[in-house]
């Protein structure tokens, strides 16, 4: 495929990035909040302005109840790097969500404090803000939701809330930081906590890969011919191709939000219910939602090793191969799969899996793992 071809998809790219920002929610108003925490006569917070690494990211949708603010993001820092919320004092959620593994986990399950190993590999987290859906099985619909699991989890933090609650209000460090982002009408709680986190989590944005420089830069960042054959494969359906954007969306995310749960042919099981882990069927209880997990975003792809729920694949290379050669029917298995990589698999050859592979290295962010605002505050 020529590059004139290729750069007429990457400005349909662009075109359709200006279509997606025409749906978003605009920003909250920030003296319209119905939160009580605004009524308070000493909450006065300095509103976060985000930044957006360029014009292909809408604007983020926040929720009402929880505006950004500057104090909110640096408590929300804060309480992620310290390890004041696990039961032992050891273990921070940056614990098993490292910045130089695009804030996942390194090791294929996280041991929490207890010393007892999780069943899934942890997650990355970065533009979690317009995420509709978290974790691998979609059981939580926010991120304050998703903040409250891990603290009292005993195969995470193991800390009863209303001890964690207790540290916070002891500590001379906590209560101040309570006060100038919520005011001081507030008694603390699980839901401040989370708030807090959320507030940091959604300033973490990463928008500034190689890919993004050659899309939206001034020209001086450009995709090698490998790695525009690869976009190539990711982006087409033919015989030779990876047929990937069906569910790793071409769009600035890299993730399909419209149908983010899918099966994409790990296991082979007669019956639905035999998948070791059902994941999202496992929260709707429905047969068809066995053993579809997050169809995750593939920025920072390089540097989120192990790959999969439960990640069994160790490289990049790996995850190539299961695509190409080892895909498994069950009942749930996508329809993509069946129709495009079963019964015989891509023959996709050697030089298009490492041009593949060589385009998703282009979607690594090393100025968001390197970016100082979102490391241990301590
Ligand atoms: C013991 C390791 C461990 C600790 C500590 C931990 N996490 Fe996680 N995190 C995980 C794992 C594993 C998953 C995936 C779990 C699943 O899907 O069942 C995850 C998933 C997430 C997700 C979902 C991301 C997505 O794309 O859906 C968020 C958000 C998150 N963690 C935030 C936090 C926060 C905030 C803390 C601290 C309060 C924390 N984590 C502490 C291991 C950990
Ligand atoms: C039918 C939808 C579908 C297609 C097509 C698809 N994927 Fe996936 N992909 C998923 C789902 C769902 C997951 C998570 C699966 C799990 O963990 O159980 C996933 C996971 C991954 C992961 C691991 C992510 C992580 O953080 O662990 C990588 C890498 C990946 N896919 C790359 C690709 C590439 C490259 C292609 C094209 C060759 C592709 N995918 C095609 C649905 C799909």
Redesign the pocket.
């Known amino acids: 495929m020529n590059r004139n071809f290729l750069n007429s998809i990457l400005f349909i790219f662009i075109l359709c990035l200006g279509w997606m920002s025409c749906y978003t929610e605009p920003h909250v108003n920030f003296n319209n909040e119905p939160d009580p925490v605004s009524d308070c006569p000493d909450y006065n917070p300095t509103p976060y302005v985000i930044q957006y690494p360029h014009s292909g990211f809408p604007d983020m949708p926040i929720p009402e109840d929880n505006p950004l603010t500057n104090e909110g993001v640096q408590l929300g820092r804060k309480?992620?790097w310290d390890p004041i919320?696990?039961a032992d004092s050891t273990?921070?959620?940056?614990?098993?969500?490292a910045p130089s593994a695009a804030f996942s986990?390194p090791n294929q399950?996280?041991?929490?404090?207890q010393g007892i190993e999780?069943h899934?590999?942890?997650?990355?987290?970065f533009n979690?803000g317009w995420?509709p859906?978290?974790?691998?099985?979609g059981?939580?619909n926010s991120?304050e939701e998703?903040?409250l699991?891990?603290?009292p989890?005993p195969?995470?933090?193991h800390l009863q809330w209303k001890d964690a609650v207790q540290r916070l209000e002891n500590s001379p460090l906590y209560d101040e930081a309570f006060n100038q982002a919520f005011g001081s009408c507030i008694e603390i709680d699980s839901s401040y906590?989370a708030k807090a986190?959320a507030q940091f989590?959604r300033t973490m944005i990463s928008g500034t890969s190689k890919f993004d420089k050659a899309v939206h830069g001034n020209g001086s960042v450009q995709l090698s011919d490998e790695e525009l054959n690869g976009l190539d494969r990711f982006l087409n359906d033919g015989l030779f191709d990876g047929h990937c954007q069906h569910c790793h969306s071409f769009n600035n995310f890299f993730s399909n939000f419209q149908d983010l749960y899918r099966n994409n042919g790990l296991d082979e099981v007669a019956s639905p219910y035999d998948f070791e882990d059902p994941g999202l069927g496992g929260v709707t209880g429905n047969e068809e939602d066995y053993g579809k997990f997050?169809a995750?975003s593939l920025r920072n792809i390089e540097l989120t090793s192990p790959y999969m729920?439960d990640g069994r694949f160790t490289t990049l290379e790996e995850v190539v191969d299961f695509y190409v050669n080892d895909v498994k029917s069950s009942p749930t298995v996508d329809i993509i799969m069946q129709t495009d990589f079963l019964p015989n698999g891509l023959p996709m050859d050697e030089q298009g899996k490492s041009d593949l592979i060589a385009f998703l290295k282009t979607l690594t962010d090393w100025d968001f793992v390197n970016d100082t605002s979102f490391q241990s505050p301590f």
């Open positions: 309480l992620f919320l696990s273990l921070a959620c940056a614990g098993c969500h986990d399950f996280s041991v929490g404090v999780g899934r590999n942890s997650m990355a987290l979690l995420n859906k978290f974790l691998w099985d059981s939580a991120l998703q903040i699991n891990p603290v989890d195969i995470e933090m906590v986190i989590l997050k995750v729920h």
